[in-house]
Each structure stands twice: as C-alpha cells, then as structure tokens.
C-alpha cells in the first residue's frame, strides 16, 4: 500500500431485505470510509418497503457498485450471491442495519497486510 501502489480492492457485501429504516446509515458509513479501493455490492431479497429506491438513489455514489434485487433464500444465499459478482482481494459483510466506524477497512486491510491474516 506504498511505494506509490493501489491498494487492495475490498468488496463490501451487505444484503437487505425490508431494510429501509436502516439501510441509509449502513450505505453512508460506507462512503464515509478513509479507504477509496472499495467495491460495493448491496443484495436487495425483492423489499416492497422503499429500499430499493434508497439504494438506488446512492448508487452514483461508488464507482464500483452494483444494486441487484431479486428473491433470495435468506441471508446466506444473498451473501453467496454477493461473493460469486466480487471481483476484491478482499470480502467484508455488512449487514443492512450496521455500520462501519470510518477506519475500518484501511485499519483491517493493514493489519491484514502487516500480518498476512483474515481479519474477522
């Protein structure tokens, strides 16, 4: 992450379904992130709440980002289907009603880095 390289591609994965009375400040605590290499995908399980039309009002947001919404299994099989579209060095979940402090990935991409471990 010197010497003047790009830093590793993160993929933030978060999946929702109903989620609209959370999912803005999980959204933000995403942009709001001191680490630019993210990519972000959200999995929308079909809400009929007015989630999709907050995810997709932050969608020019990220420019790596995709909004797919479809029904799902349950939250396994949204976060499969997040893992099977990242293209990242590295995964992070975030679920629709959590946030990140704005550290997060730069702290755990360097600890990861320092100590060629998965940080949970």
């Known amino acids: 992450m010197t010497n003047g390289t790009t830093p590793p591609l993160v993929t933030v994965i ?11 400040e999980a959204i933000e ?3 709001a992130q001191d680490y630019e290499n993210i ?5 929308d399980g ?26 799902d299994t349950g939250i396994s099989d949204a976060w499969n289907k997040g893992v099977r579209r990242a293209s990242g060095e590295y ?3 975030l ?4 946030v990140y402090q704005p550290t997060f990935i730069r ?14």
């Open 14 to 24: 978060t999946a929702v379904r109903n989620g609209a009375a959370h999912i803005r």
């Open 46 to 71: 079909a809400s009929v709440d007015g989630t999709q039309d907050i995810v997709n009002s932050y969608s020019q947001h990220f420019p790596r980002f995709q909004f797919i919404t479809e029904p």
């Open 39 to 43: 990519e972000y995908i959200v999995i």
């Open 95 to 98: 679920n629709a009603d959590d």
């Open 29 to 31: 605590s995403v942009l």
């Open 91 to 93: 995964i992070a979940f």
């Open 107 to 120: 702290r755990a991409v360097s600890a990861s880095t320092r100590r060629g471990e998965v940080i949970y």
